[in-house]
């Protein structure tokens, strides 16, 4: 079936350290993987993806690696800062091509002064 | 902002009721994209609608249905609520189906008493 499986479901770090944040998923298809931050009442927002031709992007402190042999991907995010604080969401597009993202669980990451 | 308008913001109504909610997609956009999200919970794909036709289904309940008009705006409809659908409904929109990022609305927060 169609699914994405988000660890871990929370994650609390000092400020300045980093945190990894890790997604696998089930339909080999899949060829776009984008992470969302979600601020508490606030809606998705993009903040990295990548495609399934590229194993590794980086935008400043954040980064994201896609394994497709194994089917995961994962979110890395150096020196973390209090503002990081968020809920966290992965996502990847099903095999019908659409444009249908499913989603992981999420993860509520606590950054701490 | 990112250029997807939904409406209206908060939704208060009884058990049994029918409501309907609106999403504008950015300019440009073709593909629209409901979501339902619960109380601490992950994103669930409900529709997908693309240049007017329905393109992808998810858990989305009998009671609900959509549609996306020939401006490309969308409307969910959800009749005989139940307490358990009291949940914050996103939109997202994307140009095309599956090869560019979704820009998600600010959601709507229907809570059924």
């Known amino acids: 079936g169609e699914n994405v499986e988000q660890h871990p479901s929370t994650l609390s770090v000092q400020e300045g350290d980093s945190a990894v944040i890790k997604c696998t998923y089930s339909?080999?298809?899949?060829?776009?993987f984008p992470w969302y931050k979600q601020e508490l009442g606030k809606r998705p927002q993009l903040i990295i993806d990548?495609?399934?031709?590229?194993g590794e992007k980086k935008d400043q402190r954040i980064a994201v690696t896609l394994n497709k042999t194994a089917k995961h991907f994962s979110l890395h995010i150096t020196e973390t800062q209090p503002e990081d604080s968020a809920v966290y969401f992965c996502a990847a597009s099903m095999r019908s091509n659409t444009g249908k993202l499913i989603f992981g669980q999420g993860t509520t990451l606590q950054v701490k002064p | 902002d990112s250029g997807v308008t939904q409406t209206p913001k908060h939704l208060i109504t009884a058990t049994g009721q029918r409501v309907t909610l609106r999403c504008s997609p950015r300019s440009g956009d073709l593909s629209v994209y409901w979501y339902q999200q619960s109380l601490d919970q992950g994103l669930q794909f409900l529709i997908q609608?693309?240049?007017?036709?329905?393109?992808a289904k998810g858990n989305i309940l009998e009671r609900f249905s959509a549609q996306q008009f020939p401006d490309l705006h969308s409307e969910l409809n959800l009749s005989s609520l139940e307490l358990g659908d009291s949940a914050l409904y996103f939109c997202a929109s994307s140009v095309v189906e599956g090869k560019t990022e979704a820009f998600f609305g600010q959601g709507t927060r229907l809570t059924v008493v």
């Open positions: 609608y693309y240049n007017g036709e329905e393109r």
């Open positions: 990548i495609r399934s031709n590229v």
């Open positions: 339909d080999s298809a899949s060829n776009y």
